[in-house]
């Protein structure tokens, strides 16, 4: 990144096209032969790893891993995709895609290049309505209902190798030319190959450059040399000769979740469609009861001023969960775009220093003044703020049931768990109906009833904050927004003639019932906030309606995914995902995914800087008495 490069924003390719063909004007090579791209692929790549015969063989729950040093035109991962397809087993399994780009193209760009391959279209249209932002950092996109996954990294190749978590069956080695862009080809670039490999991995590449093929031979990998493709007279392929390829995690693990929220309907749905059975248990009668109950919830992050890892852990869940809810458009999921007001003096300095400070792509978000701001949100308003056009909102109970539709996905409902008991590698859950299960994976997604369920016998630094949302019928606004409005309260468009506004922030307060203080404060905030948009007929705070939810917080106000594991001891099989506070439907989608790679032993989508920052050992410390954190048969009647 220039010095005149602000993050998150990264650099686009430079190109220039000569004769219908791509070409780095930065290099000053070709993204692909001239002779036949598409062919070359399959030549080089496809067939010199043996992907189509390999594709056969993934087992049931299985995953097959490719990775890829230079993204590119995204010619080589639709290539092997088209060959998944062909050629991956019918039962569920998983092809896996992990690739970096320094440069990425544009969108235009992107779309002008992969259009040269007319056989490719429905794939390549695919990866355009789902290709990222230009921002730097790791993206997930997923494709056909789960059975490929693409792991996007843009920034530095060695950036990606020493961040991102996989092992891979294959690699394509397709940088520039190895005299045009060293870096990528030098011996430390080698030797992350090499880490990130399995066993009996395979590479090629389109290159025969000696000092590549010594650094490579130096890693582990038995080299040859192959004829090249078209006018190329030769090429490389080499494996890792390192033992057979390992086995994949079992579908056959008895998988078994605590809580029917919008986090645990999330991973239940996504560990569902990579082929493992789920038992999702909840003490309501339906999911989507709890905290995610509400008739409206905003897809709303704050992006801070600075760009450090928690500002970059919410752009990367935005804008994944701008991806994952796009095909329930029309049904649960509205993206009418969001509005975040500058609504006081101190949000106006706030949102300047951000300016100054950051570039972001205008396909996220843009500054906008208060005629621009008034125009979009379909009301009056005193000051600017900043737009996301992406953004919007969605119906949190209706989406939770949905989710859970699913043929590997046994839900029980009102099966409240009284007790948790580790037994012989397993923990067995007793329920207050009587019933038990017993499960080798034990996740817990309860939000803010999570501590009592977790087996440790240690002071857990979650606390329960009550929010109250209040109603509002149609004819008590003025005006009606045609978007999500957020400040220092939220208001929501209307849906079936209510518009959702709120919600609280109730430290010292534990009434599961509306009260009418409550709603005066929702009410209040708002009139501050937007005056003059409530109506004479606008319910007084004692008649009108409302919803009481508690949100799951930790400490430092980031959410909770990982493996349970405390002041150095770890519990097998058990896995925590909750602490999302209000911000349970734009972290949920993405924590999920990291969540359902770790349990499938699948790579990982969040880089590791992150997947440390939401670690559940961060949120426990040891008891007071015996200064250790270790198992407890865990009593959790007080779970409703």
């Known amino acids: ?328 458009q029309g049904r649960f999921w509205h993206p009418t775009g969001l509005l975040q007001l500058a609504w006081s003096p101190q949000e106006q300095s706030r949102q300047q220093r951000f300016l100054d400070r950051n570039r972001y792509p205008e396909e996220l978000l843009v500054p906008v003044d208060a005629e621009q701001a008034s125009r979009l949100a379909g009301l009056p308003v005193d000051t600017g703020g900043l737009w996301f056009p992406g953004g919007g909102w969605l119906t949190p109970s209706a989406l939770c049931q949905a989710l859970a539709q699913h043929p590997r996905i046994t839900l029980r409902q009102g099966a409240e768990v009284t007790r948790l008991t580790p037994c012989n590698g397993q923990w067995h859950l007793a329920c207050r109906d009587g019933g038990g299960l017993v499960a080798g994976t034990l996740v817990i997604t309860a939000g803010h009833q999570s501590p009592a369920l977790l087996p440790l016998a240690a002071e857990h630094r979650f606390k329960a904050i009550r929010g109250q949302v209040t109603h509002l019928p149609e004819p008590a606004l003025r005006h009606q927004p045609r978007a999500v409005v957020c400040g220092q309260k939220y208001l929501n468009p209307c849906h079936e003639g209510i518009a959702v506004t709120g919600a609280t922030f109730d430290l010292h307060e534990n009434s599961p019932h509306p009260s009418a203080d409550s709603h005066r404060d929702n009410l209040g905030q708002l009139d501050a906030m937007l005056p003059g948009l409530l109506a004479p007929s606008c319910p007084a705070p004692e008649t009108v309606e409302g919803r009481v939810g508690f949100r799951c917080t930790t400490h430092d106000y980031q959410p909770v995914a990982g493996p349970l594991h405390a002041a150095g001891h770890g519990l097998d099989g058990v896995y925590v995902l909750t602490g999302l506070g209000s911000k349970g439907l734009a972290y949920g989608p993405l924590l999920a995914e990291y969540l359902a790679d770790r349990i499938s032993g699948q790579p990982h989508c969040l880089p590791d800087h992150l997947a440390r920052r939401v670690h559940p050992g961060r949120m426990f410390r040891a008891a007071a008495r015996g200064g250790t954190t270790g198992i407890a048969e865990t009593g959790t009647s007080a779970v409703k």
Not at 110 to 128: G, H, K, N, S, T
Request: proline share 7%.
């Open 1 to 328: 990144m220039t010095s005149d490069t602000l993050a998150p924003a990264i650099e686009s390719a430079e190109l220039a096209w000569r004769d219908g063909v791509p070409e780095s004007s930065r290099f000053g090579d070709v993204y692909f032969s001239r002779d036949n791209g598409l062919e070359e692929t399959r030549y080089v790549f496809l067939a010199h790893n043996r992907l189509p015969e390999r594709f056969r063989s993934v087992p049931a729950g299985g995953r097959f891993v490719v990775a890829e040093t230079g993204f590119g035109t995204g010619l080589n991962f639709l290539a092997t995709w088209q060959a998944w397809r062909e050629r991956a087993p019918g039962h569920p399994c998983v092809l896996h895609f992990v690739s970096a780009e320094r440069y990425p193209l544009t969108r235009h760009d992107l779309q002008r290049a992969l259009a040269l391959w007319p056989e490719l279209e429905p794939l390549a249209r695919q990866l355009l309505a789902q290709y990222p932002p230009l921002v730097r950092g790791t993206h997930r996109l997923v494709f056909d209902q789960g059975r490929v996954r693409l792991t996007l990294h843009f920034g530095d190749v060695l950036e990606a190798w020493q961040a991102l978590t996989f092992q891979a069956n294959a690699w394509f080695l397709d940088g520039f030319a190895p005299a045009l862009n060293p870096e990528m080809w030098l011996e430390q670039a080698m030797s992350e190959v090499r880490r990130h490999s399995a066993p009996g991995a395979t590479l090629a590449t389109f290159t025969a450059v000696g000092r590549v093929r010594r650094a490579l031979a130096a890693q582990g990998f038995a080299m040859r040399k192959t004829p090249g493709f078209g006018r190329k007279r030769e090429m490389l392929a080499g494996t890792l000769n390192t033992g057979p390829e390992p086995p994949s995690v079992s579908t056959d693990r008895d998988i078994v979740i605590v809580g029917a929220g919008i986090a645990g309907t999330l991973l239940a749905r996504n560990l569902a469609e990579r082929g493992f059975p789920v038992t999702l248990l909840d003490a309501q009668p339906q999911p989507g009861q709890g905290a995610s109950g509400n008739r409206q919830g905003a897809l709303y992050v704050k992006l801070g001023v600075e760009f450090n890892d928690q500002t970059e852990l919410a752009l990367g869940a935005l804008t994944f969960g701008q991806r994952y809810y796009h095909p329930y």
